[in-house]
Nanobody
């Protein structure tokens, strides 16, 4: 199981970025995929996740209405579309996976990093004018 996050960069407040989490070595829809972030001096926090199976989504209150998680099984990629970015969104963003879960079964999870077994390297998002 390998994950690779990409798409970070520098963006002005109010701008948008789309992060990608590329998966290899496993079938994407049998895993829960989560996005997490860690700002300097702070603990890692959950941002959003998408379930196995049907792809149900969940968001932290701090990003609800601004961020959208989605999954492309054919491309083996999970995306995090981030709109209306704020300086407080500045962090290193990581994607992580929990599974495998039975084929065709929707298993949901929260945003506790301890529930995720596999982690990719992070991608830095900086929101600044």
């Amino acid at each position: 199981v390998q994950l690779q996050a990409s798409g970070g960069g520098l963006v002005q407040p109010g701008g948008s970025l789309r992060l990608s989490c590329g998966a290899s070595g496993f079938r994407l829809d049998r895993y829960i995929i989560g996005w997490f972030r860690q700002a300097p001096g702070k603990e890692r926090e959950g941002v959003s996740c998408i379930s196995s199976g049907a792809g149900s989504t969940y968001y932290a209150d701090s990003v609800k209405g601004r961020f959208t998680i989605s999954r492309d099984n054919a491309k083996k990629t999970v995306y995090l579309q981030m709109n209306s970015l704020k300086p407080e969104d500045t962090a290193v963003y990581y994607c992580a996976a929990d599974g495998p879960h039975p084929e065709g079964v929707t298993v949901v999870a929260g945003l506790d990093p301890n529930d995720y077994d596999y982690w990719g390297q992070g991608t830095l998002v900086t929101v600044s004018s």
